[in-house]
């Protein structure tokens, strides 16, 4: 099959021009909602180059919008710099880059736990906030995982409650509440969710864009935050970067004593060995893995505060 072609009944049709027909579909919605039109989530990844590049084949209005981490790889917080000018002189577009009111080693002791693969507080605070009322443009992929693709439509609507995020492929008693919070929420469209990563370097080679040096790395594909719990390379991103290994270190310390404080069953000693025994549960999974999840699940509940 040809990159950037898929086949369907109806006979081969171009993702390029399917996503561009789609940017300029919905484009009168998105300058309904905002003058400034669409709010294109760019974290500096390929999938986020592509789909901001689409938009300028489109000819559709819109604005790029970074939630920087504090823990991004210094790699891709320098990529992110340049390409914000990079963005100004070739296009006139914006690239704004938000910082977080809390940083991850605030938010650790107050959630009372690391994140883990299950729990990722982490993004929906750091990564995910952003574009309320507007309409969205992600490089969601169904590529990237099979959760994705069993979850992830091309046009999505997000409404916000206290606990909860709505999608629209969720059952009927949610769409319920989320059509009754939809001035709140915000559109989503995935430009390139059926596109394989095969297609995201093709589009980028052929339009010579300039992506992030960090991909050139041999065996990085993702570029995610360093202590990452979806890294396949967690405890390698930790040895190569000694100050936010022990910052981390620090994070947890505080949990420790917060947890004390709030009178948690487990994780109450701040001393050294205790703080080395979370890290290294954290890390490299020791320490009956399964068995400490379970405990942390049944704390999901009560973890933190709300951030509002």
């Known amino acids: 099959m040809e990159l950037l072609v898929e086949e369907n009944l109806l006979g081969k049709i171009d993702k390029v021009q399917n ?77 704004y880059i938000h910082y977080p009111k809390e940083t991850f080693f605030e938010l650790m002791p107050r ?79 995935n430009p390139i969710v059926t596109w ?8 980028i080679h052929k339009y010579k864009l300039p992506y992030c040096s960090e991909y050139d790395i041999p065996g990085v594909d993702r570029l995610g935050c360093i202590g990452c719990p979806l890294s396949s390379n967690m405890a390698k991103e930790m040895e190569e970067n000694p100050k936010y290994r022990d910052n981390y270190k620090r994070a947890i310390k505080r949990m420790i004593q917060r947890r004390a404080e709030k009178g948690k069953d487990f994780w109450t000693t701040p001393d050294d060995e205790t703080v080395e025994e979370i890290y290294n549960w954290w890390v490299y999974g020791t320490i009956k893995t399964k068995q400490l999840e379970g405990q942390l699940e049944m704390e999901i509940d009560e973890i933190g505060e709300d951030l509002e």
């Open 111 to 189: 959630k009372l736990m690391p994140p883990t693969r299950r729990t990722r507080y982490c993004c929906e605070v750091l990564k995910e906030h952003g574009g309320e009322g507007r309409i969205v443009i992600t490089g969601v992929r169904w590529a990237e995982s099979s959760k994705r693709k069993n979850n992830r439509q091309t046009l999505e609507a997000k409404a916000y409650t206290k606990n909860k995020v709505m999608l629209m492929n969720d059952n009927a008693e949610m769409r319920k509440q989320f059509e009754s919070c939809v001035k709140k929420g915000k559109h989503i469209i």
């Open 19 to 95: 996503a561009i027909k789609l940017l300029k579909a919905y484009e009168p919605i998105a300058l309904k909602n905002n003058p400034n039109g669409y709010y294109v989530s760019w974290s500096g990844g390929k999938d986020s180059l592509v789909i901001s590049y689409l938009c300028v084949l489109a000819g559709v209005k819109f604005e790029l919008h970074n939630n920087h981490t504090g823990i991004d790889k210094p790699a891709l917080t320098y990529y992110v710099r340049n390409m914000k000018r990079w963005w100004k002189e070739k296009f006139d577009i914006d690239l």
């Open 196 to 203: 394989e990563d095969e297609d995201v370097w093709e589009f």
